[in-house]
Nanobody
Framework: VQLQASGGGLVQAGGSLRLSCVAS????????MAWFRQAPGKERELVAR???????DYVESVKGRFTISRDNAENTVYLQMNSLKPDDTAVYYC??????????????WGQGTQVTVSS
């Protein structure tokens, strides 16, 4: 089982990036697929998730700017990030999780990909 994340980089404020997360060893439709991020000195936070049925939700700070999507044929999850802000600077992680009623349990983590937004 592996999650391979890519697509991070350095971008100016207002710019865009698309993160990719390729899954192997399981199918992305069988889990809640999510993107987390962790900025220096801060806790890791859930940014976006896409449910098995295709529904998605986002942390308030990225609503309207970020879009999570999934390509079932490629077994890949994406995070399109537009109108980036310096506060979006963080290491971004993809994850495969199970929803246990009220708790999201992450079963698999990808390696992080650094996103840096300059002002």
């Amino acid at each position: 089982v592996q999650l391979q994340a890519s697509g991070g980089g350095l971008v100016q404020a207002g710019g865009s990036l698309r993160l990719s997360c390729v899954a192997s060893g399981f199918t992305v439709t069988s889990y809640v697929m999510a993107w987390f991020r962790q900025a220096p000195g801060k806790e890791r936070e859930l940014v976006a998730r896409i449910w098995s049925n295709g529904n998605s939700d986002y942390v308030e700070s990225v609503k309207g700017r970020f879009t999570i999507s999934r390509d079932n044929a490629e077994n890949t999850v994406y995070l399109q990030m537009n109108s980036l802000k310096p506060d979006d600077t963080a290491v971004y992680y993809c994850a495969a999780a199970a929803f246990l009623g009220t708790v999201l349990r992450v079963d698999y983590w990808g390696q992080g990909t650094q996103v840096t937004v300059s002002s």
